[in-house]
C-alpha cells in the first residue's frame, strides 16, 4: 500500500528562453515499510523533490499525495511553509 505518492510532479523556474526544469514529470510511490534513497548528480532536483514531497515547495505542476490526503491542501502544509518563512526571517 502506497504511504506517499507523486504525481506528474513539475517544477519550473523563470521563463522563456531561461526556464529551468528542476523537475520535469517525476512519478514515483513509496509503499510502506519502504526505505528510498534520492541519489544524483548536483543540479539534478533531489532537494526540489523531498522539498515538495515534504510539503516545504508547492509544483508548477502535479501533486503530492500522504496517506491519501493531497499534501498541497492540508494544513500540515501551510504550517511547514509558515514555520520556513519565519525561521528563515528571524
Known amino acids: 500500500m502506497a504511504i506517499l505518492t507523486a504525481q506528474k510532479?513539475?517544477?519550473?523556474?523563470g521563463a522563456e528562453p531561461n526556464l529551468v526544469r528542476a523537475l520535469d514529470g517525476v512519478d514515483m510511490e513509496i509503499n510502506a515499510r519502504e526505505f528510498v534513497a534520492v541519489v544524483g548528480q548536483s543540479g539534478s532536483g533531489k532537494s526540489t523533490l523531498l522539498?515538495?514531497?515534504?510539503?516545504?515547495?508547492?509544483?508548477?505542476?502535479g501533486m503530492v499525495i500522504v496517506d491519501k490526503l493531497h499534501i498541497l491542501l492540508t494544513l500540515l502544509?501551510?504550517?511547514?511553509?509558515?514555520?520556513l518563512l519565519h525561521h528563515n526571517l528571524s
Open 9 to 13: 510532479l513539475r517544477k519550473h523556474y
Open 51 to 61: 522539498h515538495m514531497l515534504g510539503g516545504l515547495d508547492t509544483p508548477t505542476d
Open 77 to 83: 502544509s501551510l504550517y511547514r511553509q509558515f514555520f
